[in-house]
Nanobody, 122 residues
Framework: QVQLVESGGGLVQAGGSLRLSCTASGRTFSSYAMGWCRQAPGKEREFVAASSWSLGNTYYADFVKGRFTISGDNAKNTVYLQMNSLKPEDTAIYYC???????????????WGQGTQVTVSS
């Protein structure tokens, strides 16, 4: 059974940092893009960041560039999201996802995690 399990969410003050982790199990993901999406209350799910292991590329939404960094350990099937300079508008449920096609990571991925809540207080 394939699973993506996120951890690391929580409550932090504006300007603070959090690191999210996502560990995948049940198969290897070397040919997948893995990354993070988020959904705030009343809003649609949106792309945050992704990493393509096979291409060695990383991708970021404009609103997190310079603040968030995605990294990973392919051998451990784990991807991380280091979030710095957090803002109240970053408050959302953050989901880990894996997809063969990075373009559909946050719409129709092959696998989803259960999500982890990130709350940034002002």
């Amino acid at each position: 059974q394939v699973q993506l399990v996120e951890s690391g969410g929580g409550l932090v003050q504006a300007g603070g940092s959090l690191r999210l982790s996502c560990t995948a199990s049940g198969r290897t993901f070397s040919s997948y893009a893995m990354g993070w999406c988020r959904q705030a209350p009343g809003k649609e799910r949106e792309f945050v960041a992704a990493s393509s292991w096979s291409l060695g590329n990383t991708y970021y939404a404009d609103f997190v560039k310079g603040r968030f960094t995605i990294s990973g350990d392919n051998a451990k099937n784990t991807v991380y999201l280091q979030m710095n300079s957090l803002k109240p508008e970053d408050t959302a449920i953050y989901y880990c996802a894996a997809a063969k096609n990075t373009l559909v990571l946050c719409t129709t991925p092959d696998y989803w995690g259960q999500g982890t809540q990130v709350t940034v207080s002002s």
